[in-house]
Structures are given as C-alpha cells and as structure tokens.
C-alpha cells in the first residue's frame, strides 16, 4: 500500500464517520463543525484526484458555509449547546432502510459496472485548462450558474425580508392557538398587535 | 485509489445524507442531509473525472455547477426556513401539517 493509499482510506475513513456523526451529536454547533470536517476531508481527496481548484474553493465555500450554519442552528434550535441528550428524528426505521438500500445499490452498481480507467495525465495543466475551458467553450454553463446564484440572492432576500412590497410579510397570518380556536400561541402578528 | 473506492466512498456519503434527509425533524439538520448528498455527488463527480475519463476539462465544470446547486440550496433553504419561522413559529418538519395555517 502507498502513501497515497493510506491517506486516502484515512481521508475516507474521515468523511463517512463524521459525516455519521453529524446525525448523531446532541450539540447542533458540534455537528456543523463535523459537517465542516467531512466536507474538509472530502477536498483533500479531490486534491488528491488532481482537482485543486475544485478542492480548495470546497474548503473555502464550506468553511464559510458552516459558519452560516452554526449560526443559524443556534437561531432556530431550542438546545444548540447539546447540554442535554437530544434525538429529533421520525421515521427511523425507513430513514435506515432507505440509506442502506442506496448505499448497497449504488456499491453494487459501481462493482459490477465496467467502469472506465483513463487516469488524468500526472503533469496536465488542469487549473489553466479550467479557466480557458469556463471562459471559451463552456462560457454559457458558467454564467448560467452564476446568474442562478444571483437570483437565489435575490429570492433569499425577498424570502426573508420582514416586509414585503404590500405590507408586514406576516398580514394576515396567526400563529395556531393552543387548543382549536384558542388563543394564537407565539408571537402575535404585527398587524395584530397594534390593535390591542 | 481506484475509481471503485472513491465511488464506493461518494455511495457511502450520499447514504448517510439521505438518512439525515428522510430522518432529521429541524429543518437546518434536514439541509445538513441534503449537503452531505451533494458531497458525495460532487466527490464521484471529481472522481469520474480524474480516475474515469482521462480529465477533460468539461468534468471541472460539472462540478463547478455542483457547487452552485449547494451554494443555491442554503441560500434558498436558510430563506426558506426564516419565512417559514417567520409565519409560523415552526422550526421542525412535524408542525408544517398543512400548506395553509
């Protein structure tokens, strides 16, 4: 076994089991930070499969990422510490099945496939080759992808604005009461608020 | 490293994402399952490219729209999940029951 070898069943190794352990963790911070770690391996692979630039802009998409995501775990969970046990899931059972079943298809269709072995050349100028190639022939899929990013910034933005064009973004709407017909439970609508 | 192992890998990752997809309540965990898919998308992507096909440059910008699709889901999802929150104090899949409140 070579070097490469070893690093790479290490670098493996890495990303599946904290990529398990995402789902496994009580602390929502902990866990994006284990996601970070997966995505972290998963780039020293792609360095090792001769795609630098592929490799470094994970890195440095997903260390900004995670942040976001840490961010918005503690926002939105009620136990972002992990201080106590925690286990949010449903359907369980199916949720296994189901992953079992896709990682046993898809290994089984991989073993038994009669896969192509071309190697990229071990000198090959691949960065050069992927600007000229994002910036002559396949230009259209480039600016495709980055003008699909500016309309997700823009729908992001009109997703999450408290108001929107016509008003409170929340007009109209009341939070379920607590038995049927009760009082709203949470927050009260602005628009409802001012009436009191 | 064969193009068999990564992928072997790439199929272990997109699993274990479409566990936490199908399995996780809160929404942010659910997008954590939808990313660790895309991971192991983007590792056999890279994986075909560099071990498969010899590296012709158009397998880079496979995985360079790869990358947009993620960046794309967590902008949009993260939205998503603030309007959603917004409107109706929800932070997990179970209290979204019907599409009108």
């Given amino acids: ?196 | 490293m064969t193009l068999t192992a990564v992928l072997i890998v790439a199929a272990a990752l997109i699993g274990i994402g479409l566990y936490g997809a199908l399995s996780q309540q809160s929404f942010v965990m659910l997008m954590m399952g939808l990313e660790l898919i895309l991971n192991g998308v983007l590792l056999a992507v890279i994986a075909f490219w560099s071990l498969g096909a010899g590296g012709p440059p158009r397998g880079q910008v496979l995985a360079i729209v790869v990358m947009a699709v993620m960046a794309v889901e967590m902008a949009v999802g993260f939205a998503l999940v603030t309007a959603v929150f917004r409107r109706r104090q929800a932070d997990t899949t179970e209290k979204l029951g019907t599409l009108k409140e």
């Fill in chain 1, 1 to 196: 076994m070579t070097a490469a070898d070893l690093a790479f069943y290490v670098l493996s190794a890495v990303a599946v089991v904290s990529g398990w352990r995402v789902f496994r963790t009580d602390s929502m911070v902990r866990a994006s930070f284990l996601l970070m770690l997966s995505f972290i391996a998963v780039a020293a692979i792609m360095l090792m499969l001769a795609a630098p630039y592929i490799g470094m802009a994970t890195v440095f998409m997903m260390a900004v990422e995670m942040m976001v995501m840490a961010l918005f775990m503690v926002m939105f969970m009620m136990n972002p510490a992990g201080l106590n046990p925690m286990s949010m899931v449903h359907q369980n059972r199916l949720s296994i099945g189901a992953a079992a079943t896709a990682f046993v298809g898809l290994t089984v269709a991989v073993l038994f496939t009669d896969l192509p072995h071309e190697k990229v050349a071990r000198q090959a100028p691949v960065i050069r080759d992927l600007g000229h190639e994002l910036l002559g022939p396949s230009m259209l899929v480039f600016e495709s992808a980055g003008v699909t990013l500016l309309a997700a910034m823009v729908a992001s933005v009109v997703l999450s604005a408290r108001s929107g064009r016509f008003g409170p973004s929340d007009e109209g709407s009341r939070p379920p009461g607590l038995e049927p017909g009760g009082e709203p439970a949470g927050r009260v609508p602005e628009s409802e608020q001012e009436d009191e």
